[in-house]
């Protein structure tokens, strides 16, 4: 057998065994308080298109289901609506007006993937809001999918982009304050983070995705986390479906979390049951430290049907579909308390 088909043999049986042994774990330990709420009714005629977002951003999807209702490009769609995010300066996970770094340095992480399987991706990028229109053209006028830190960021401004101050008045305050404790192990609050990953499916039933974060507030210099990073953050397949991921990056990329999703309904999962199993194989891990951080996923199979889990409650996808935005509790592993 030649080399290159032996490897690529042999990795497929690698993953196959993985996910078996991993599935049948799950089963056996499913923690006590499980409750499963299911936000969606399969849609087996979806009306086109659908745009679906992490978090409560109905302005984020009306925009981009606004630009494909009047038959832009999905990547058009994706970009315009992240960036209603990245320019809002209320939203301190995303783009300008994010939360900095411990040295009090916003970096901003992003990543893009169309129907192609094409992807591009920035991280640890400092000075240039729009991280998402960086990454796209990443994927579309390089021949490379990531670019990090000044590379990055020098890129940019030689397509026309202008460097700006991303930390707000707002956010530095904030950060001073945490400075004064400034505890060093970071700690993702659980309510408290708006990353942006979103979903899209046109008119012909074609599916993209994009991510676009400042990260872990106060993480250490350098820290790059999910949302970049494609299988992590963000996955499409075009035949299967979409996934994107919010919350605790180091326990997404641990486990390949988007991917993961999109190969759960590879296997005949609806959009929910492979977010929710993916939550789980967090939870189930040796020692996982699960409730001390959140972690979310929404996903989209090629028959829009969509659902979103996470590990704590109150996480929410905004859904818009059929001319209107709605925003959909979660499923979740753990009630909140004050509830
Ligand atoms: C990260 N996943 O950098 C991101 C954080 C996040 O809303 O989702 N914030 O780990």
Redesign the pocket.
């Given at each position: 057998m030649k080399r290159r088909h032996f490897l690529k043999n042999a990795s497929l049986t690698g993953v196959g065994l993985a996910v078996g042994s991993a599935v049948t774990s799950c089963k056996e330990n499913t923690p006590e308080k499980i409750v499963a709420v299911t936000n969606t009714t399969p849609e087996t005629k979806a009306i086109l298109p659908i745009v679906i977002a992490?978090?409560n951003v109905p302005n984020a999807t009306a925009k981009a289901a606004k630009v494909l209702q009047e038959g832009g490009h999905i990547l058009d769609a994706l970009e315009q609506g992240c960036m209603v995010e990245e320019a809002d300066v209320k939203n301190q996970?995303?783009g300008k007006g994010g939360r900095p770094d411990r040295d009090g340095n916003v970096t901003l992480?992003a990543c893009i993937m169309n129907k192609d399987g094409d992807c591009g991706a920035v991280v640890y990028m400092q000075n240039i809001t729009h991280a998402i229109s960086v990454a796209r053209k990443v994927m579309e006028e390089t021949p490379h999918v990531m670019l990090a830190g000044k590379g990055a960021e020098d890129y940019a401004v030689s397509t026309g982009m202008k460097r700006d101050n991303l930390l707000t008045e707002a956010s530095k305050k904030e950060w001073q304050e945490w400075l004064k404790e400034a505890k060093y192990k970071p700690i993702?609050n659980i309510e408290n983070?708006?990353?942006?990953?979103m979903l899209a499916m046109d008119k012909n039933g074609d599916l993209s995705g994009a991510c676009t974060?400042?990260?872990?507030a106060y993480?250490m210099g350098g820290?790059?986390?999910?949302?970049p990073i494609i299988g992590s953050?963000l996955f499409i397949d075009n035949e299967i479906g979409g996934c994107v991921?919010?919350?605790?990056?180091?326990e997404?990329v641990k486990t390949v979390g988007s991917f993961l999703v999109v190969e759960l309904m590879r296997q005949g999962k609806s959009p929910q049951e492979a977010c929710k199993e993916a939550i789980m194989r967090i939870i189930n891990k040796p020692n996982s430290n699960y409730k001390n951080f959140?972690?979310?996923y929404i996903a989209m199979n090629k028959k829009g049907e969509t659902g979103s889990f996470s590990i704590h409650q109150w996480f929410s996808m905004t859904k818009f579909q059929d001319d209107k935005n709605e925003n959909l509790q979660s499923g979740f592993v753990v009630k909140a308390q004050s509830n």
């Open positions: 992490t978090w996970s995303v992480d993702i983070h708006d990353t942006i990953g974060t400042s990260g872990l993480k820290r790059v986390g999910d949302s953050g991921a919010t919350g605790m990056g180091e997404v959140q972690v979310g």
